[in-house]
């Protein structure tokens, strides 16, 4: 059920990936990502998901990023109704928030 997927806060996972308590995974398109990234966050785009779910860490737990928060809910939703990588997260407001936040980023700011 949509709705009930746990959320992070952009300086929450900030923080949790900082000391290696979770992975992040950016799944918005690759236009998307080469123009505003978090260096050293993977991107597997949503639309490449279902090939490419091998490649999502299952030795911590995952948030998903997005723009604004909405395909990593339903993402994140999705993993876990499949339940093989934990509890997966939202990062709540995606990466407009997260630069917001002022948390470090690269490229363009978001739009």
């Known amino acids: ?22 992975a992040i995974v950016d799944v918005r398109e690759s236009d998307e990502h080469a123009t505003t990234h978090v ?18 860490p299952t030795d911590r737990p995952l948030v998903i990023l997005c723009r604004s928060g909405r395909r990593s809910a339903h993402v994140a939703d999705q993993l876990n109704a499949l339940g093989e990588h934990g509890d ?16 470090p980023y690269a490229g363009e700011p978001p739009r």
Request: glycine share 12%; net charge negative.
């Open 39 to 56: 260096p050293g966050v993977p991107l597997v785009p949503m639309s490449e998901l279902g090939d490419r779910l091998e490649e999502l």
């Open 88 to 103: 997966v997260a939202n990062l709540t407001g995606g990466i407009l928030a997260w630069a917001e936040d002022g948390l």
């Open 1 to 22: 059920m949509e709705g009930a997927v746990k959320e992070m806060s952009p300086r929450e996972a900030h923080a949790a990936w900082e000391a290696g308590e979770v």
